[in-house]
């Protein structure tokens, strides 16, 4: 067996803990932004106590706080529960919400591998399906809890996924029409290039866009339709009777579907890993050009740097008794900062040198892989798809946060009409225009009467 | 080789919890065990090239009709007191195993028609959802899935007309 036997199945591993891993990291960070997300919004302090060695790093440290004290805390299992579904509805939740991940796209090839999980046919519709299986989760805790305040919130839980599944599902469809395919690849391919490729910048796309992104809040659960655990009627809904990890799991799965939920609506509707105006073929001819590109960033570095240097006139500061460790927080701040600056400019100069274009697996492994294609522009490629995939991801969850402290929670008659007398005869009425501005323009408005693509 | 061995672990965990539907006691497992079948015998579709019926399988049975019925068992609230007696399975097992027996006839009858020899050149695209679009809309089926269809709308139309008290 040598090693191109093995090279196979190394990738498909290797594709897994990224996907996993790419969920995994960005969950500390977004509880962390809820937090602060909460605090800027409603006028308060917000996470500014737990720190290390003194140094609070902005708030960051609440999360590690969080994942201590929630290993530590002690497992209840209540004495009235089904035990079995009630241990088993925490793990549904968080490995659908995992699994969701594998047909979104990173970008269009790395070395001739597809950057995603998973190829299979059924793409989005695979993710539907997905979503599905979440309910059970839900559900399952909710009925596995044993009192009535917990079924309630999974029958809520259920109603609402079911209910507004159609409308999402009907939403895609639209895409589907406009790109000819299911799979987000074939759909992030068509959205390279002009920004007005993306589907959201169509009209049919557009209404498909708030239709689906109102119906990935209903899926995740959130704000303001996060009836299941209304805290003022239900208590804590479908996740009252659960303690330490297993309602850490709960709780990460929320998050983990937010950030499913936002990549998805970015593949669909905003081009998934593509620049606007750039395509990865043109990234990877100019890779030295984007390296050289970093370097502009340089000089926001140093700027916030300097921003981080005057908070030590503040107040707060100027009020710490002399040797105390918070003194040093401007300073941390400021080397931060200027380190990423350095570090831009080191990628800058490196662009220059034409570094990235002479890059090749040969050179990497010392001559043991051997590969005529070259290495460096597809590394380019790949950490530009995977950055702006990751910045759309981002700002997709910051709405779901911003969105959470701004609305409040809708009725549950409310919610039903929402769903079944607005948004789905909106999403049929919509399936069918598409239809037919499809037949129209099948190359899309712009590109038809101006003839360019 | 890798291939055949995934599909005897399916199959095998899709039978066992076929036989957990009708052997559990628990409403709720029994139907939670017919959610795991369907599961693997989407497992089984797609080593068989088919992801779009696997994809449909999850879809629209484990994620929707499922649903509704694990919703149903909760809102009734069916619990280890409603369990049938001895004599309710006797009286049952005689029209279960007679359906069963029907069923089997049935199944045999169908296999026995079946082409044996497969046709050399598996098109490229078989099981995509392309080719089966285009087996359904522009192939030889497109009679019987409109029927089909209809037959939907008259059953959702019949449905409504039942329950509804007063339309």
Known sequence: MTFDDVLPYLVALGRCVFAVVFVMQILPLLIWAERKGAAYIQDRPGPNRAHVM?????????????????????????????????????????????????VVPFGDNFMGYQLKVSDIDGGLLFVLAATGMGVYGVMLAGWASNNK??????????????????????????????????????????????????????????????????????????????LPEGEAELVGGYHTEYSSLRFALFFMAEYA?????????????????????????????????????????????????YEANKRKQRPFYQALPAGDARLKEPMVFVGLWLGAAVAHVGIGIAGALGLASKLSLNFISFGYLESTAVFGPDLVTAIVGITVLAAKILFGCWFFIWVRWTVPRFRYDQLMDLGWKRMLPLALGNVMFAAIWVAFFPTGLISTLFGSK | MFEAVLFYVFSLVAMMSGVGVVTMRNPIASALSLVVCFFFLAADYVLLDA?????????????AIMVLFIFVIMLLNLRHGDQLTFEDIGRRSIVGMGTA???????????????????????????????????????????????????????????????????
């Open chain 1, 54 to 102: 003194g140094i609070r790093a902005a708030g960051l440290v609440h999360t590690l706080n969080d994942v201590v004290k929630l290993i530590m805390k002690e497992d209840i299992v209540p004495g009235h529960v089904e035990k079995r579904y009630w241990a088993a509805a925490p793990v549904i939740a968080m490995s659908v919400a995992l699994c969701t991940f594998i």
């Open chain 1, 257 to 305: 579907n937010m950030i499913v939920a936002s990549s998805v609506t970015a593949t669909l509707f905003f081009g998934g890993y593509n620049l606007p105006f750039v395509t990865p073929a043109q990234l990877r001819e100019h890779a030295d050009w984007v390296l050289m590109a970093a370097a502009l960033a340089a000089p926001t570095f140093v700027y916030f740097a």
């Open chain 1, 149 to 226: 305040f917990s079924l309630l919130g999974g029958l809520r839980a259920s109603a609402q996924m079911v209910s507004y599944e159609l409308s999402m599902g009907l939403s895609a469809v639209v895409v589907f029409l406009i790109a000819g395919s299911v799979s987000l690849s074939a759909i992030a391919e068509m959205q390279a290039g002009a920004i007005w490729n993306w589907t959201v910048f169509t009209p049919m796309g557009f209404i498909a866009f708030v239709l689906f992104w109102t119906a990935a809040f209903a899926e995740t659960n959130r704000t303001p339709f996060d």
């Open chain 2, 101 to 167: 027996g029907l069923l089997a006839v049935g199944l045999f009858t169908a296999l026995g028609q079946l082409p044996v020899v497969l046709p050399a050149q598996i098109p490229a695209d078989y099981g995509t959802i392309a080719y089966i679009g285009k087996a359904l809309f522009e192939g030889p089926y497109l009679l019987p899935f409109e029927t089909v269809s209809a037959l939907l709308t008259v059953a959702v139309v019949g449905a409504v007309v039942l329950a509804k008290k007063e339309i």
């Open chain 2, 51 to 63: 992801h779009f019926v696997a994809v449909i399988q999850i879809l629209v049975y484990a994620g």
